[in-house]
């Protein structure tokens, strides 16, 4: 049961160029959406999220936007740096109360020199 | 910069004992989470807590997990008797205030059933 889909497990990317990591999910319920990053032994680092009532929310190099109707979230990194290289994951949350989050199964980001 | 600890970073235990992870979770954050990662899968959400209860949990966390905030600054998973499948890297989160907020991650327990 994949509420949260991140099809591709792996993207790579030239140093300054723009990436696109993509998420989809099934749950008409989600209505707030979050990415993150996470390097080997280490927790998930908190990147940038959205609320369902926005399409578009930018933060320094990273953008992420939300299509409700497609069910549909990316998150867009430019210009792309070797620090950059990591699994990413997508997250989704019904925003009520203490809501744990439902992952995607990430996508590992490499950024070639 | 505030974040969220956890002890130990490893662990390991037999098959059958108990096992109390650790966590202390940023000091004006009210709500608490536990999530576990199996090797090679997703982050998958185990319980959170607020106002010294349960508020949601996954089916995942069944009679043999509890959790606790014993004093005002830790908030504890165990594990009463631990199973091979039980090996996981466990991370604790916190949140200020619940919903539409970001949750903080610990850099996580690796727990080794043998």
């Known amino acids: 049961d994949q509420q949260v889909k991140q099809n591709s497990p792996s993207l790579s990317v030239q140093e300054g160029r723009i990436s696109i990591l993509n998420c989809d999910y099934t749950?008409?319920?989600?209505?707030?959406f979050l990415w993150y990053k996470k390097y080997p032994a280490e927790g998930p680092t908190f990147l940038i999220s959205?609320?369902?009532?926005?399409d578009k929310n930018e933060d320094g190099r990273f953008t992420v936007f939300l299509n409700k109707s497609a069910k549909h979230l990316s998150l867009h990194i430019v210009p792309s740096q070797p620090g950059d290289s990591a699994v990413y994951f997508c997250?989704?949350?019904?925003?009520?109360?203490?809501?744990?989050?439902?992952f995607g199964k990430g996508t590992h980001l490499i950024i070639q020199p | 910069e505030p974040e969220v600890t956890q002890t130990p970073s490893h662990q390991v235990t037999q098959m059958g004992q108990e096992v109390i992870l650790r966590c202390v979770p940023i000091?004006?954050?009210?709500?608490f989470y536990w999530y576990r990662q199996i090797l090679g899968q997703k982050v998958e959400f185990l319980v959170s807590?607020?106002?010294?209860?349960?508020?949601?949990k996954s089916e995942i966390f069944d009679d043999q997990f509890s959790v606790e905030r014993p004093d005002g600054s830790n908030f504890t998973l165990k594990i009463r008797s631990t199973k091979l499948e039980d090996s996981a890297m466990y991370f604790c989160?916190?949140?200020?205030?619940?919903?539409?907020?970001?949750?903080?991650f610990g850099p996580g327990t690796r727990l080794t059933v043998t």
């Open positions: 989160a916190s949140n200020i205030a619940g919903g539409d907020y970001e949750q903080y």
């Open positions: 959205i609320s369902s009532i926005k």
């Open positions: 749950n008409s319920m989600f209505d707030y």
């Open positions: 997250a989704a949350s019904t925003g009520g109360g203490a809501d744990g989050l439902t």
């Open positions: 807590f607020y106002n010294n209860e349960i508020s949601e």
């Open positions: 000091s004006n954050h009210l709500y």
